[in-house]
């Protein structure tokens, strides 16, 4: 076989690798606020989180959308979100005030991707927080609806809005309450310390129990 031909068939062969990997991962035609292709969200909750969406975007005119993916077919999901926001054109044409919560679930991704005209109202920094202390903690847990809601309303809380879900308002905050069970856990000690240090001399109680399971750390 000449090298010719060799070239020829091989430039086919990426040609036709090259467009399988487009067409398997294509952008669909917007169809509204919430589009679960991964199905992480109960039929009830998806109905209900679009329509709070569309009342916030009556309210406020920030466009936010939830997109989520069983998986990007080996697409970069920064690459992949830009795609998205341009082909949807997600906010106003003036304004370019939307925002795209894209999720990957098999690939364990997540992205906020912001329009030109929020930039600077929401950093990547800010957005790299809402992902991390709200959607993967939550995530790790199974409970995706609570990391997808909280996330949606830490990016309205951003720019003045809140969602309503079941007629009351998505709870917020900046750390899931996980977190405090360390602390729970060492004011428990204490506690126990407390009622049982009268039958137990000093001296003895530190060195075989709560002293010596703590080794000197802070």
Known sequence: ???????????SFLLLAGANRLEARDIPALRGPVMDEAGLLSGLTAKKLEDALVALHQKSDLQLQLYSIPSLEGEVIEEYSIRIVEKWKLGSKERGNGVLLLIAFED???????????????TDAEAARIIDHLLVPEFRQGRYESGILQSLNAIAAKFGGELTLYGEKIVFSQKSGRDLWPIIFFLLL???????????????????????????GS
């Open 108 to 122: 364990r991704q997540a992205r906020i991707e912001v329009g030109e005209g929020l930039e600077g109202e929401l």
């Open 190 to 216: 204490l506690f126990v310390a407390f009622i049982l240090g009268p039958f137990f001399s000093a001296g003895r109680f530190m060195r075989g129990g709560f002293g010596s399971g703590w080794g000197g």
């Open 1 to 11: 076989m000449s090298s010719r031909v060799v070239f020829l068939t091989l430039f």
